[in-house]
């Protein structure tokens, strides 16, 4: 005997279907607004270009850890007869580091891949949000470039460039040995590199009546900062620039206000 219409059974396991799909869509937006708003950077498995992030990484005004000078530093491996050449140098943007991959690239003419990771603390045009690129660069999708980029963030390190060649050595490493293989070449030459912890700084110009200028310099020395440019204008006023941490700016500035009682202009 057949049923007339809907079983109630039925009915009500479609509408949990129903309701399961929509809230895994609901998910799925959620977490692609995540990504977004987090500052993931996403290799293109098509292209093995990087999407680039403009999300915040680092706020300019935070101490940040990078490479010491302006040398590139290199570490090598050999894993199952393919070679691992991990390469790291200090890059501030985007420009400079196509630049030292070009300059690699045609280094190493005779290599299968040459992959990279890049995380800086500005954006293009030198605003005050991080960005991240990578690229598997022909590798698997997801093999090459992420875990390069995971070593550079794994040892807390910014305005930073890493790049791994590979000369293959005819043996297949799978998706799991490439990931370690870049991943640790990568660290490898990192932590072969010294690094230096960068300040941001801060730059205020004054003016104001020769006898505040005790005051102004006592401010100046309370918040580490230091002076230059000293000059004396037209009309006997003191001009003088004062550098110092950026945390310690605004600070600065309202304790100078304070002891010159209003007494100080501040020169754009």
């Known amino acids: 005997m057949g049923f007339i219409g809907r079983h109630p059974l039925v009915s009500m396991a479609w509408s949990l279907l129903l309701s399961f799909g929509a809230r895994t869509a609901a998910a799925g937006l959620q977490i692609r607004a995540a ?129 791994v060649v590979r000369y293959s050595g005819g043996i297949k490493l799978g998706a799991g040995g490439l990931i370690r293989a870049y991943g640790g070449a990568a660290r490898l030459a990192l932590r072969s590199a010294p690094t230096q912890i960068h300040v941001p700084k801060s730059s205020i110009r004054i003016s104001t009546r020769a006898a505040n200028s005790g005051a102004v310099y006592a401010a100046a020395a309370k918040y580490g900062g230091v002076t230059s440019g000293e000059a004396y204008n037209d009309r006997g006023e003191l001009e003088v620039t004062i550098t110092c941490d950026e945390e310690n700016g605004e600070r600065l500035r309202e304790e100078m206000k304070d002891a010159t009682r209003g007494g100080v202009m501040f020169i754009e």
């Open 35 to 163: 990504f977004a708003a987090g500052g993931v950077a996403i290799c293109n498995p098509s292209t093995h270009q990087a999407r680039t992030s403009t999300s915040r990484l680092h706020s300019t005004s935070e101490p940040l850890k990078t490479l010491e000078g302006s040398d590139i530093y290199a570490a090598e491996e050999v894993i199952k007869k393919s070679r691992f050449i991990g390469l790291a140098a200090h890059c501030t943007n985007w420009d400079d580091a196509q630049s030292i991959l070009e300059s690699v690239r045609k280094d190493h003419p005779k290599s299968r891949h040459a992959c990279f990771g890049f995380v800086s603390s500005a954006g293009a045009g030198g605003e005050g949000v991080g960005t991240e690129r990578c690229s598997d660069d022909g590798e698997p999708t997801g093999t090459a470039g992420v875990p390069i980029l995971g070593a550079i963030k794994g040892e807390g390190l910014s305005d930073t460039l890493c790049i």
